[in-house]
Structure formats: C-alpha cells, structure tokens
C-alpha cells in the first residue's frame, strides 16, 4: 500500500515558476513508478510526465515538454515536478500517481494509487 500527499500548488503569474512536491508513504518507493496528472475544469485528465522507479527515465507531454521536469529522491520517498514557464492553461488540478511496478506508463489505468492532488493557478 502507497499513500501519496501532493503539496506545492498555488497561484502564480504567467511565465513564472512552481514546484510540486509528491510525498509517499511505504518502504518500496522505489518500486514504484511515478506519474503526474492534470485535470483542468471541464476536460478530462491528462497525463503529464512519468519517472521510472530508479529514476533514469522520464517521459513528458508534448504540451510541457521542455518547460516541466519530474523526478524523485528515493531516500526521502518523494518526487517533484518542477514547473517553469507557466502558462495559464496550466490552470489545473495536478495529481501524482503511483505504479506498482518500476517501469513507467502515460497511462491511467497503469497507476494503483493516486495523491488527492494540489491546485495550480497561472494567471495572464
């Protein structure tokens, strides 16, 4: 069992930058794969990026690429997601996802345990 707490999100100014933070419980973190979500207002949830469990791969939405970067620290069971660049259709609701297993997916139905997630809100 993974218990995931997602805190860093807020308001910020177009162009600016936030830090996400996922802190997981469990003494396997490792074995886990890592994914943020995004669900703004009326869409549907998408994926964002994913970090395998020793943290050598990563992998990005083309929406954030290059803006936004995961990883994680495995000796303090969390992971982040640096966000620079905001833009205000970054406006959502950011969730972390954990998958039982260490290589990673963009896939939701991959992930076994999910954080209630943290607001974050680009204003032009």
């Known amino acids: 069992q993974v218990q995931l707490v997602e805190s860093g999100g807020g308001l910020v100014q177009a162009g600016g930058s936030l830090r996400l933070s996922c802190a997981a419980s469990?003494?396997?973190?490792?074995?886990?794969?890592l994914g943020w979500f995004r669900q703004a207002p009326g869409k549907e949830r998408e994926f964002v990026a994913a970090?395998?469990?020793?943290?050598?791969?990563?992998y990005y939405a083309d929406s954030v690429a290059g803006r936004f970067t995961i990883s994680r620290d495995n000796a303090k069971i969390t992971a982040y997601l640096q966000m620079n660049s905001l833009k205000p259709e970054d406006t959502a609701v950011y969730y972390c996802?954990?998958?039982?297993?260490?290589?990673?997916?963009?896939?939701?139905?991959?992930?076994?345990?999910w954080g209630q997630g943290t607001q974050v809100t680009v204003s032009s």
């Open positions: 469990g003494r396997t973190f490792r074995n886990y794969a």
């Open positions: 996802a954990a998958a039982d297993g260490s290589s990673y997916s963009t896939k939701e139905y991959s992930y076994d345990y």
């Open positions: 970090i395998s469990g020793s943290g050598r791969s990563t």
